[in-house]
């Protein structure tokens, strides 16, 4: 329930422009949020920018598609019949036998894309919108369905929201999730027609009074709409509309919508209760509600609903619903760059583990090798499915509770079983890495410090990678620790720039660079063992 829930206010930074320092501190915020954690070439970069120009270029998105998902998954075992290795499936046809390769394929697909972003907020935003627009592959299973719904959400995240509903409301993943493609006149089903209103427009909290009687007049609106199989496209079926009036409630001003007949009724009949629904201002705050959760903190307490919430819901509904100017006056506010909101979010497992291939870098095969390519990224979509974000597939149509379940949110990512998993995955990443195919999924902890400015200074390397890999910086106590670590027990700093040093002059002596190796994979794991690096 997305309501006020704290009564003591916690910051009173409101949507007013953000005028104080702009500096590496707010530059790495910023990154975190809008990007699956930042590598430190994106944040010398964003440096390099005023704050407008940052969160400009964050929010510009090409419009050039990224490229389709293809067969990586011809084996001894598993022969795609009709699509050879390496050429995308999404234009092929159907094959039952092939769909949960396929399937992986795609989620695989979806996770490098993640890893390669580009320098803008299109993947973290196109997350957010899935969630939002919750469907699982398990329910209506066709790939080229999630392909195609995955598509849809990615090219209009930063359009105009009332267009993505009703892409979102026709679309076939979605007609198949929420049974619209059953819904008929003799036979209403109400199941989208509820969500539309419960989740996905007007929310569940105290302003948003729709009732039974609107939920399922909606219904009847929406009745009629089908999927082609042969060609995975929605269609309207006229002879399966109903053709009477739809009156609703006084929360809708008691409109009635008129019953059309024909072959366009179906999208003369949605336009009309878009249009309804979205003259309703609780729909932006509900949107503007759901955006604070994912990007800036999961508890709204009354001031962050006055100070924040309304007047940006405002600026949506000024802007007629259109994405990009609402998330440019949110990530230029006061209150997103409030200090008291720098780390206080939990990573999400696919924050966790895209984090950790773009922060250290890893290196990654290409395209030229498809398989490999795949396989790794399958490898990073299974350590987030591992910790219950299943991409793809969140448990239900509302989403993964860590947005939504009172009191717990995000708190929920971390227990007893996930916690351990998240620091056995850094932990051999740290060591041995994952290898496939003469291609190692691994950190390289020498060439990490390399990338910092003073790499030979244990002070300053040691401030330089909690900067980096941490939101809040550590105790003056963790920090000697980390230091001893480093002189492996000395006292002296030039026992590490010495070891440093030697290891710089002689890079083929194998004794001289294991001396660095082990005290920085000590110092690595260390870190990222800290509860610290759990935050966001």
């Not at 992986?104 to 939002?132: A, P, Y």
């Not at 948003?208 to 496209?233: F, K, M, P």
């Amino acid at each position: 329930m997305i309501t006020a829930t704290t009564k003591t206010a916690r910051t009173l930074s409101g949507a007013s422009k953000y005028t104080g320092t702009w500096g590496e501190a707010q530059v790495r915020h910023l990154l975190r949020r809008t990007m699956f954690s930042a590598k430190k070439s994106d944040i010398d970069y964003f440096l390099t920018k005023t704050m407008d120009q940052a969160v400009d270029e964050l929010l510009t998105v090409t419009s050039t598609p990224p490229d389709p998902p293809v067969n990586n998954y011809n084996t001894p075992r598993v022969t795609d019949p009709d699509i050879p290795l390496g050429e995308t499936w999404v234009n092929g046809p159907s094959n039952p036998a092939l769909t949960g390769a396929r399937r992986n394929s795609w989620k695989s697909w979806w996770v490098g894309l993640m890893v390669d972003q580009d320098r803008n907020i299109l993947e973290k935003l196109t997350l957010f919108w899935h969630n939002h627009f919750a469907t699982e592959t398990n329910v209506y299973r066709d790939p080229i369905h999630a392909y195609n719904h995955s598509k849809m959400l990615r090219s209009g995240a930063l359009g105009n929201f009332r267009s993505l509903v009703r892409a979102v409301t026709i679309d076939p993943a979605m007609l198949i999730y929420l049974n619209g493609n059953k819904n008929t006149a003799q036979a209403p089903d109400e199941n989208y027609a509820r969500e539309l209103q419960e989740l996905f427009t007007l929310g569940k909290g105290p302003d948003s009074q729709y009732t039974e009687d609107d939920v399922r007049a909606a219904a009847r609106v929406l009745t009629g709409w089908r999927i082609n199989r042969a060609t995975n496209v929605t269609y309207f079926d006229a002879r399966q509309h109903d053709t009477n009036d739809k009156t609703f409630s006084a929360f809708f001003n008691n409109t009635t919508i008129t019953g059309q007949s024909g072959t366009d009724a179906g999208d003369k009949e949605l336009d009309a209760l878009l249009d309804m629904i979205f003259d309703v201002d609780e729909v932006a705050r509900h949107i503007v509600r759901k955006l604070y959760r994912w990007f800036v903190y999961y508890d709204i307490d009354e001031a962050a609903e006055e100070n924040v919430i309304k007047p940006l819901a405002q600026t949506f509904i000024d802007n007629n619903y259109e994405v990009k100017p609402l998330l440019k006056a949110f990530f230029t506010s006061e209150h997103f760059f409030d200090s008291i909101n720098y780390g206080c979010l939990i990573k999400s497992p696919l924050d966790y583990s895209v984090g950790l291939a773009r922060q250290y870098d890893l290196d990654l095969p290409d395209s030229s090798d498809v398989a490999n390519q795949y396989y790794f990224w399958n490898i990073l979509w299974q350590v987030a499915f591992i910790q219950q974000q299943d991409l793809g597939d969140p448990p239900s149509v509302a989403g993964w509770p860590a947005y939504y379940q009172v009191p717990q949110f995000h708190e929920i990512w971390i227990n007893t079983d996930t916690l351990p998993k998240r620091n056995q995955i850094t932990d051999v990443l740290i060591a041995a890495g994952v290898s496939r195919g003469g291609h190692s999924m691994q950190i390289d902890p020498i060439a990490f410090a390399g990338t910092f400015s003073k790499p030979e200074d244990p002070n300053a390397l040691i401030d330089d990678m909690v900067a980096y890999l941490h939101t809040l910086d550590a105790h003056p106590d963790q920090k000697e620790y980390m230091k001893s670590i480093l002189l492996a027990g000395q006292t002296n700093d030039s026992y590490w720039t010495d070891a440093w040093n030697d290891h710089k002059n002689d890079p083929d002596d194998t004794i001289k660079r294991n001396i660095l190796l082990i005290r920085l994979r000590q110092l690595l794991k260390y870190l990222m063992n800290l509860a610290e690096f759990q935050l966001s």
